[in-house]
Structure formats: structure tokens, C-alpha cells
């Protein structure tokens, strides 16, 4: 699978949009991008996925660019139960390679 | 909750004991995948199912770690003469089973493991 660069943390504003960058630079045609979260001493959650197109669901955005080596989730109205460690996984196989991901924090 | 419960959430043991940790997946779900999480570290996958058939190994899953699906339903993971270094959450996750790579994995709420 191809690895993943992202940054250790990020703050956001409550209320502002969320924007966590990931590049994938070395990316093949048929590796997903999948994006999940993990909330102190939770499991992780499944956010959204996609291959090429930009995808969108109830929890977020995924803008993938043209040439697929990266990607930005956005969480459109960053609320305080948004703080996570957020990881970005591109994968073509069963298992999923997680990284250190990046710690996002919502400040009040 | 995503429909994957694993049993139990905690267990504390002391050093040479051996544990079992059971995990419920999502009732459709054909593939199951134990990963391990240790502190600051994102989750490393273990070991997967397909139904009953154990189809990967990670070289993370030593010796006296077993793994077992016998009715491709509910799987248990046995570490046997446990170690301070096994301590991690264990983390178990489920999928349809689609080939290729839109196979969505969702987990459970781990097993937190502490060998003192």
C-alpha cells in the first residue's frame, strides 16, 4: 500500500471548516483513500472514502486532486466532539496501514 | 456503535498468564480483522478472516498469539504466557467481504490489555 504523509496536529476553530491535508504521492490506479478518525480510547471511526471523484456524506468532504497524489477532508462545521487523531489510508489491500495520522483539536 | 462488540473491554493479568479476548462482528459482515494499538501508535494489523478461513498473518502475530473463527461468526484471540510488551488495546473490525479495495472496515471498541 501506498504510505501517507500528514500533519503531527492542527487546531480549528468551533464552527469553522476543518481542512486536514494528505499526500499520497505514490498512489497506484487502484488504491482507495480512505479517511477514519479515533476519539481518545475509542476504536476508530469510518469517515468517507473515495478513488478519484470528490465524495461527500454526512460526517465530511473528501476533495481527491487530479492527479490523485493528495487529498483534504473537510469537516464543514467543526464542532468540539470533532477532536480526534485523524488518519488517512490509501489501500488496495485487506488490511489497512494506519500511520500516526494527525491530532486535530477544536477549540472552543 | 457500529455493530462490532468485543468481550471484554478491559482485562488486567499478570505477566505469564494466558488471555482470550472474544469479538462480535456486524452479523452480515464475512471478514474479520484483529489490529493491535499501542500507546501514540496508530492501530497494526494482526491477522484477518474470511468466513472460518484465517487468510493473513502479520509478522506482528508471534507464537503465542492464536487466533481462531471457527463457525465464521465470533473470533477470539488467545495470547498465551502474556508479557508487559503485549500490553495495547486489541482491536477488532468487521467487513462485507468484497474483493478489491472498497471493502469498508468497521471496528469495535477494543480490548484494553494491561500485563503487570
Known amino acids: 500500500d501506498a504510505k501517507t504523509t500528514q500533519p503531527t496536529s492542527m487546531d480549528c476553530a468551533e464552527g469553522r471548516a476543518a481542512n486536514l491535508p494528505c499526500n499520497h504521492s505514490?498512489?497506484?490506479?487502484?488504491?482507495?483513500v480512505y479517511w477514519y478518525r479515533q476519539i481518545h480510547s475509542q476504536g476508530p471511526q469510518y469517515i468517507i472514502h473515495?478513488?478519484?471523484n470528490n465524495e461527500t456524506n454526512e460526517m465530511a468532504s473528501l476533495i481527491i486532486t487530479e492527479d490523485r497524489k493528495s487529498s483534504t477532508l473537510i469537516l464543514p462545521h467543526a464542532t468540539l466532539r470533532d477532536t480526534a487523531v485523524y488518519y488517512c489510508i490509501v489501500t488496495g489491500a485487506n488490511n489497512l496501514f494506519f500511520g500516526t495520522g494527525t491530532r486535530l483539536t477544536v477549540i472552543p | 456503535d457500529t455493530g462490532v462488540s468485543q468481550d471484554p473491554r478491559h482485562k488486567i493479568t499478570k505477566r505469564g498468564q494466558n488471555v482470550t479476548f472474544r469479538c462480535d462482528p456486524i452479523s452480515e459482515h464475512n471478514r474479520l480483522y484483529w489490529y493491535r494499538q499501542t500507546l501514540g501508535q496508530g492501530p497494526e494489523f494482526l491477522t484477518y478472516?474470511?468466513?472460518?478461513?484465517?487468510?493473513?498473518k502479520s509478522r506482528l502475530l508471534s507464537d503465542r498469539f492464536s487466533a481462531e473463527r471457527p463457525k465464521g461468526s465470533f473470533s477470539t484471540l488467545e495470547i498465551q504466557r502474556t508479557e508487559q510488551g503485549d500490553s495495547a488495546m486489541y482491536l477488532c473490525a468487521s467487513s462485507l467481504g468484497f474483493s478489491g479495495s472498497t471493502d469498508t472496515q468497521y471496528f469495535g471498541p477494543g480490548t484494553r490489555l494491561t500485563v503487570l
Open positions: 505514490t498512489i497506484s490506479g487502484n488504491e482507495y
Open positions: 478472516f474470511q468466513n472460518e478461513a484465517q487468510l493473513e
Open positions: 473515495g478513488l478519484k
